[in-house]
């Protein structure tokens, strides 16, 4: 999950069944084989990024945070591990917010790839 697959059908069906989500690389994996930039390369959120004095990766992150959902990001960058743990005394406004939430949705992975042509994951891999 992240501001480019934003998953709002699956954020709702699990908030209503008490199920906790947890973001995996919501940063977009960048610079990996099986990663793009998305959201570090989104305009939009470099836009927004430079207006408040934050980076990219902040702002995607905070996105998440203001979600309510959890999150693991990566990084073996010390500068960068701080500037991720540097998004909880500050928040998005409501037109930032409004922003992000017209970004183009791309699904990051598709079960089924991963794991087979499963009746379930192809139904998973539709309704997300």
């Given at each position: 999950?992240?501001?480019?697959?934003?998953?709002?059908?699956?954020?709702?069906?699990?908030?209503?069944?008490?199920?906790?989500?947890?973001?995996?690389?919501?940063?977009?994996?960048?610079?990996?084989?099986?990663?793009?930039?998305?959201?570090?390369?989104?305009?939009?959120?470099?836009?927004?990024?430079?207006?408040?004095?934050?980076?990219?990766?902040?702002?995607?992150?905070?996105?998440?945070?203001?979600?309510?959902?959890?999150?693991?990001?990566?990084?073996?960058?010390?500068?960068?591990m701080?500037?991720?743990?540097?998004?909880?005394?500050?928040?998005?406004?409501?037109?930032?917010?409004?922003?992000?939430?017209?970004?183009?949705?791309?699904?990051?992975?598709v079960?089924?790839?991963?794991?087979?042509?499963?009746?379930?994951?192809?139904?998973?891999?539709?309704?997300?």
């Open positions: 999950m992240s501001p480019a697959w934003q998953v709002k059908k699956l954020r709702e069906f699990c908030k209503a069944k008490g199920i906790h989500v947890t973001a995996y690389s919501p940063l977009g994996a960048s610079g990996t084989s099986w990663g793009d930039d998305r959201v570090l390369g989104s305009q939009v959120l470099q836009q927004i990024a430079k207006a408040k004095g934050k980076t990219t990766a902040q702002i995607s992150l905070r996105w998440v945070y203001e979600q309510g959902v959890s999150m693991v990001a990566k990084s073996y960058n010390k500068e960068r701080r500037q991720n743990l540097d998004i909880f005394d500050w928040s998005l406004t409501e037109e930032e917010l409004q922003k992000m939430s017209r970004l183009s949705q791309i699904k990051g992975f079960f089924a790839s991963l794991l087979g042509q499963h009746d379930l994951l192809l139904q998973i891999d539709s309704g997300l």
